[in-house]
């Protein structure tokens, strides 16, 4: 059974730092593309940050360019983001993806507020 775990959210101050991860299980995250992405209020749900599988190339979303990172920890089979200098425009519920036989699955998000 395919699932995906979020953790990591929380408030911060704008400048700040947090590290998201997904914690995968029921299949091996490191053959599949897996993806952040964030939906904030009103807004629509929007892909951050994306790792492909095999080589693990890296895409993001223009927004986040410098400040996220997406990596893999194949041990773990969790997928993490760390985002950096963190703008009150990042706050939103982030949520873990992942595409397998035509059929996305997600976790249940964790929100990430950025305000002083």
């Known amino acids: 059974q395919v699932q995906l775990v979020e953790s990591g959210g929380g408030l911060v101050q704008p400048g700040g730092s947090l590290r998201l991860s997904c914690a995968a299980s029921?299949?091996?995250?490191?053959?599949?593309?897996m993806n952040w992405y964030r939906q904030a209020p009103g807004k629509e749900r929007e892909v951050v940050a994306t790792i492909t599988a095999g080589i693990s190339n890296t895409n993001y979303t223009d927004s986040v360019k410098g400040r996220f990172t997406i990596s893999r920890d194949n041990a773990k089979n969790t997928v993490n983001l760390q985002m950096n200098s963190l703008k009150p425009e990042d706050t939103a519920m982030y949520y873990c993806?992942?595409?397998?036989?035509?059929?996305?699955?997600w976790g249940q998000g964790t929100q990430v507020t950025v305000s002083s």
């Open positions: 993806n992942t595409r397998r036989v035509g059929i996305d699955y």
């Open positions: 029921g299949f091996a995250s490191r053959l599949y593309t």
